[in-house]
Nanobody, 126 residues
């Protein structure tokens, strides 16, 4: 079992920045592929970014590419999402997620992730 706790959400003006953090409870954190998803009111949960457990390859949704950066610190069991040049369309609840151990499948779909955090609200005002 893995517990995930997000932090760092809040209210920011368009063009501003936020950094989300997700702390994991497992010491085998380095063996989990980690992802960020978001869900706006009335919409389905959508992929934002992911970082694999091995090579550390990163993946981004087209809508955030060039503005968001995902990173991980295995020594701290934490994954981060640096969000720059925020837009009102980025407003959503952001969720951290972890796959099962040594996952090599798709990182883009919710079904790939076995563990989820409780979510943190990000609101971008215009």
């Amino acid at each position: 079992q893995v517990q995930l706790v997000e932090s760092g959400g809040g209210l920011v003006q368009a063009g501003g920045s936020l950094r989300l953090s997700c702390a994991a409870s497992r010491r085998t954190f380095s063996s989990f592929t980690m992802g960020w998803f978001r869900q706006a009111p009335g919409k389905e949960r959508e992929f934002v970014a992911a970082v694999r457990w091995n090579a550390g390859n990163t993946y981004y949704a087209d809508s955030v590419k060039g503005r968001f950066t995902i990173s991980r610190d295995n020594a701290k069991n934490t994954v981060y999402l640096q969000m720059n040049s925020l837009k009102p369309g980025d407003t959503a609840v952001y969720y951290c997620a972890a796959t099962r151990l040594n996952w090599s499948g798709s990182v883009y779909v919710t079904n790939s992730y076995a563990y989820w955090g409780q979510g943190t609200q990000v609101t971008v005002s215009s």
